[in-house]
């Protein structure tokens, strides 16, 4: 990757001589004072992110590097949907989950330019391992990751674009359940042999080899009871007693999405307990949930908030500026530290 920089960063030093005055870089991962990257979620550690401007390109440009998520709240609060709020909450799920707040337009880094890691709060399950160490991060119960471990999926490569297409199967499989429909409730969809499942029913019930809530592999043609014909591959669910139920196909995608939107609000109402902002923006597959599940976030957030900040939450929108969020805060923060060197 830093030879495919040197080598584009190269072309534009060829095509502006002597014009290139700034680099702004949005990096998925945690940036120090002295620009060292560290990103769990792929791996690198203790990167030198100055390396990046090809040793030969002359002259040195005024180098500006920051997270992902961070850059994209401050662009979001420079021209975005949070434009004009006096302390706004930005969250990005792509690899796992960041944020940051910016308070009366100022970006909020921490001591070490380490804040805004709202992923790594344990807000999650306890019994899941997350890539930076610890036990129970939010970002394992909200990410693709999350949505692979309801289907009984092994952990998708590219969570971004996994997640998106089981979110836009779900939303295509039943767009009124997903708009309006009560949790645990789950249409009827037809079903393959190689269809996700979902177990739901009581907490304290075993169904094949999961208990509810959790993956099961179940072949609905094996002579479990289903309601139904499973083998004309016409039933959503498989009636596997005591209340529990398998639910496969379109209808368990569903199921997870919903699973995955009401975690994601528990945990927006508590950062809003905490912070105290007027207004949540989602970019990445956070915008996604909120347009395919938004009854379930708005559900689960009501519910953890205070009761003083319910009679008029925080709104929670999309990010406007999407997935040019934190490239836009790169050239943003590139940008306002170049102008003192023009005097």
């Known amino acids: 990757m830093v030879a495919a ?8 030093c060829e095509q502006y001589p002597g014009r290139l005055r700034a680099l702004g870089v949005s990096v998925p991962g945690t940036v120090s004072r002295d620009l060292r990257l560290d990103a769990t ?12 401007w090809p040793p030969t390109a002359d002259p040195k440009p005024v180098f500006v590097a920051g997270n992902d998520a961070s850059l994209a709240a401050a662009a979001e609060s420079a021209r ?7 302390v706004a909450l930005h969250l990005l799920i792509a690899g796992g989950l960041g944020g940051a707040v910016v308070d009366q337009g100022r970006l909020l880094n921490g001591a070490s330019g380490f804040s805004g890691e709202f992923g790594h709060m344990p807000f999650g399950d306890p019994a899941i391992p997350c890539p930076c160490g610890a036990h129970g991060c939010w970002g394992t119960a909200v990410d693709g990751t999350a949505l692979a471990r309801h289907l009984g ?18 939303v295509a499989a039943s767009p009124a359940a997903v708009a309006s429909g009560a949790p645990g409730d789950f249409p009827a969809a037809p079903i393959a042999a190689d269809a996700p499942v979902f177990v739901t029913g009581p907490a304290d019930v075993p169904t094949a080899d999961a208990r509810a809530g959790t993956p099961a592999s179940v072949d609905a043609g094996s002579g479990a009871p289903v309601s139904g014909d499973a083998r004309s591959g016409t039933p959503a669910s498989v009636d596997v007693g005591a209340g529990a139920r398998v639910v496969v196909g379109a209808a368990a995608e569903l199921g997870a999405v919903r699973l995955v939107a009401a975690a994601l609000g528990r945990g927006i109402a508590g950062l809003v307990n905490a912070l105290d902002a007027d207004l949540v923006t989602l970019g990445g597959v956070g915008a996604d949930l909120l347009s395919a599940a938004e009854d379930e976030i708005q559900a689960s957030y009501r519910a953890g908030l205070m009761a003083i900040r319910r009679g008029s939450p925080p709104p929670i929108l999309p990010a406007a500026l999407g997935a040019d969020g934190p490239i836009a805060g790169a050239a943003e923060e590139a940008w306002s530290s170049l102008i003192p060197h023009l005097a």
């Open 80 to 86: 975005g949907a949070a434009s004009g709020a006096r």
């Open 41 to 52: 979620n792929v791996g690198w550690h203790d990167v030198d992110l100055t390396a990046l």
């Open 153 to 170: 999926h092994r952990p998708p490569r590219d969570p971004v674009t996994y997640a998106r297409r089981i979110i836009a199967s779900a």
């Open 5 to 12: 920089i040197h080598s584009a960063i190269g072309r534009l």
